[in-house]
């Protein structure tokens, strides 16, 4: 009886197939979900890549959290990986980076408003990163953000700063002085005001001027990361501030790219961002010297794109994953989180009603907490399948239709994930 009891409770606590060909049902909480059943799943596929990349249908989404906060315990402990990079602004983030640095010294409390739209369900992560480090002072976890939205005079500031005691020569800087848009903008009212006289064609800046001042910083971001990575050859420890330099470069072109074309073409102002996103989640690894990182980001930030896909009505808009695998040629398995019912800290998300809706038909078998992989048997029943990504509502299909296969490697999908509590937040486009 003992002996039929524990086999009961074995099966209870073990994955099983679930109803849909293909895919796996775990029958416990995603903090439950044991290692071997990760490595059964997973352990090849991360093996394999450079990059693991986790993608969120929606910001602040408690069940959403707690897979991920899972998955990335998961990749820290079992594969070596120890560099999180993260959506969130490459300044803004280093407050973030520094106290996960003196987590190897003492423990002290998450500033966790400088994350995007933080809620509760962020917590438990960064808790146990912090433990983690303080148990592992001499191989610890690192930390960085790869997006734009920051002040963009302290990327004016760091460049006029980093230039001379990188060694660079002081021409680069007086051109990019003498071309680039706000950069005697001191604050955001004056950035407002910049804001507000957009040009005849649409673009914000003077086209002349903002092709120059492109050139020049492409021009400085290569060399800043040349130099670095030279210097990393050298063992000098000025690389740190070359790469520093290479990043705000990168970062100012995204900004200054998205704003530029905001009003006159969508698709390339968003993946002006995306590629400077691509390019930064490059230049930290290369600052690292990390072989391997842990990306995490909205889906749309993180999908392979190898065929269109209309994201939010906007068009096909390109991930900063596309381009940092065109920039590198490293290999990326991605991940994408998503739900039947899903709320978070960009509202509750649609309930999807299409017949080739993905999480209509995992919630219709049965699913609750599931993973599998774009190859699946069941996704063959049709070319493109919709996954929820939006909350427009009536009686429409909102979010993005995907080729499964030519946009993730794996999927995870809860049929209920809410809104946890929301946290005190720092502002998100103009901190």
Not at 57 to 75: C, F, K, N
Not at 272 to 291: F, I, S, Y
Not at 339 to 346: L, P
Request: proline share 5%.
């Amino acid at each position: 009886m003992k002996s039929f009891a524990a086999l009961f409770a074995f099966l209870l606590s073990a994955s099983v197939f679930g109803a849909l060909p293909g895919v796996t049902e775990f029958s416990t909480t995603p903090e439950k979900i044991s290692d071997a059943e990760l490595s059964g799943l997973l352990r090849a596929h991360v093996a394999a890549a450079d990059v693991v990349a986790i993608g969120e249908t929606v910001h602040g989404s408690s069940g959403l959290l707690r897979v991920q906060t899972r998955l990335i315990r998961y990749l820290v402990t079992n594969h070596g990986l120890r560099l999180i990079v993260w959506e969130n602004p490459t300044l803004r983030s280093l407050e973030f980076s520094r106290w996960v640095s003196s987590c190897t010294q003492t423990k002290t409390s998450a500033p966790i408003a400088v994350l995007y739209m933080p809620t509760t369900a962020d917590l438990p992560l960064w808790d146990w990163v912090c433990d983690y480090n303080l148990a592992h002072p001499h191989d610890p976890i690192m930390f960085r953000g790869m997006d734009i939205w920051d002040r963009p005079w302290e990327h004016y500031a760091r460049i006029r700063a980093l230039i001379p005691r990188v060694g660079m020569d002081s021409l680069l800087l007086r051109r990019i002085e003498a071309s680039c848009p706000a950069r005697q903008a001191t604050s955001w009212p004056e950035i407002e005001i910049i804001f507000a006289t957009p040009q005849h064609d649409g673009k914000l800046f003077p086209q002349a001027g903002y092709e120059q001042c492109r050139s020049h910083l492409a021009a400085l971001l290569e060399t800043a990361r040349q130099s670095g990575i030279d210097k990393l050859k050298q063992k000098d420890t000025g690389s740190e501030e070359a790469f520093e330099l290479a990043i705000s470069a990168s970062t100012l072109l995204g900004w200054l790219g998205f704003y530029h074309h905001e009003r006159s073409d969508d698709i390339l102002s968003w993946n002006e961002r995306d590629q400077a996103q691509g390019r930064n989640l490059m230049l930290v690894m290369e600052k690292h010297r990390a072989t391997q990182a842990i990306l995490s980001a909205h889906t749309s930030h993180v999908t392979h794109n190898r065929s269109p896909a209309d994201w939010w009505g906007y068009g096909d808009l390109k991930s900063g994953v596309y381009f940092f695998t065109a920039l590198t040629r490293k290999k990326l398995f991605n991940i994408a989180l998503t739900a039947y019912r899903a709320g978070g800290t960009q509202g509750e998300w649609s309930l999807p009603v299409a017949r080739n809706s993905l999480d209509r038909k995992l919630h219709v078998a049965g699913h609750a907490l599931s993973f599998f992989t774009s190859q699946a048997a069941f996704l063959s029943a049709h070319a493109t399948w919709w996954m929820q990504n939006q909350n427009f509502p009536g009686p429409y299909e909102s979010g993005v239709e995907i080729k499964p296969k030519d946009h993730f490697d794996a999927f995870i999908f809860f049929n209920q994930s809410p809104l946890d509590k929301a946290l005190p937040q720092r502002p998100m486009w103009q901190p």
